[in-house]
């Protein structure tokens, strides 16, 4: 793996995810490949989890962290190539990441959608920039477009929590107070889609997602019927994804909320959620508060899935 950003990058996921329970089961065990190697971390926007756990994965494999927060005391920098830079920014992101690219081994990134442009954004062109330009492998701490090492954690998740072999999973919208980036539903269509898994995808009419990661999943807009017989419930908000409504917010509508009267049309299904989340809006504290909520048990894999994947990036370059 030369630089990770979508599920193809993981090559056999059944393998990765074997790979990650192994990884899980002694999580020191390679110790000793990152030695006098440096993680770079770069951060454009917040962070609790991937920060955390990304950090911590780096430490289990023996690296160094260093952990930029852009907006919070380095330059502003200038980010579109041909701007007359006369105002703000003093430096430009592409003297900037060959910088970076100098003190380090392995790059992760993060920088969500910016929603001024579904150009800019759907054409990744920070990440890449990064992959372009700073001569290290890089690895995606959530872009414009995905969040594959929260897909990643949340498929071993699956896995591990799975009772049947073809488990029903259901990825819903659910309600939010802003407009959130599609980074998250993407990526996770994307690894359900390549997962053994019966993927349903429920949504209000308008907030259909990009076909390149939807790839034919089955869309049902009756979110009860969606629910119904379903093994694993991953709520998430994003905005709309569609012209003309790219990154506008349809509906608040709290009828789509993830309540106990939803849950009981399950198969006693367990809730997912990559968190943050927020309570009463997405879901009601009974539910994120039950016994089948696995929002723990998520984040706690985000440590294995990047572990998995910084250790290949050390392996393979
Ligand atoms: N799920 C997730 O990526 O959390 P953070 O935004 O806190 O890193």
Redesign the pocket.
């Known amino acids: 793996m030369k630089h990770y950003t979508n599920v193809k990058d993981l090559g056999d996921l059944q393998q990765a995810v074997k790979e990650a329970l192994e990884v899980k089961k002694n999580r020191f065990a390679y110790k000793n490949i990152g030695e006098n190697k440096t993680l770079l971390m770069v951060f454009f926007n917040?962070?609790?989890?991937?920060?955390l756990s990304t950090q911590k994965a780096g430490m289990n494999l023996g690296m160094n962290t260093i952990v930029l927060d852009v907006n919070q005391g380095a330059w502003k920098l200038e980010t579109e190539r041909g701007v007359i830079m006369d105002g703000d920014k003093p430096e430009h992101l592409l003297e900037a990441i060959p910088v970076m690219g100098c003190y380090c081994d392995i790059i992760g990134v993060r920088s969500f959608a910016r929603f001024e442009s579904k150009e800019f954004d759907y054409e990744e062109v920070i990440i890449n920039q990064f992959i372009n330009y700073s001569g290290k492998p890089v690895f995606s701490m959530?872009a414009a477009t995905g969040?594959p090492l929260?897909a990643f954690a949340d498929l071993i998740t699956i896995e591990e929590y799975k009772k049947t072999a073809r488990p029903k999973v259901v990825l819903t919208w659910a309600p939010h107070p802003k407009a959130l980036p599609q980074a998250v539903p993407n990526s996770f269509a994307d690894f359900m889609n390549e997962a053994n898994v019966d993927f349903v995808i429920t949504h209000p009419k308008g907030y259909e997602l990009c076909d390149k990661f939807v790839r034919g999943a089955k869309v049902e807009y009756d979110q009860a019927k969606a629910f119904e017989g379903a093994d694993f419930i991953y709520a998430k908000n994003w905005a709309a994804y569609q012209d003309p409504n790219y990154s506008k917010i349809l509906s608040t509508d709290r009828a789509w909320t993830v309540d106990t009267a939803k849950m009981a049309l399950t198969n006693n299904a367990y809730f997912m959620h990559?968190?943050?989340v927020r309570r009463n809006m997405i879901v009601t504290d009974d539910v994120i508060e039950s016994p089948q909520s696995l929002v723990i048990p998520e984040a706690a894999n985000r440590e294995i899935s990047a572990q998995v994947v910084i250790k290949r990036l050390l392996q393979n370059n």
Request: include cysteine.
């Open positions: 917040s962070s609790l989890r991937t920060r959530e969040h929260q990559c968190l943050p």
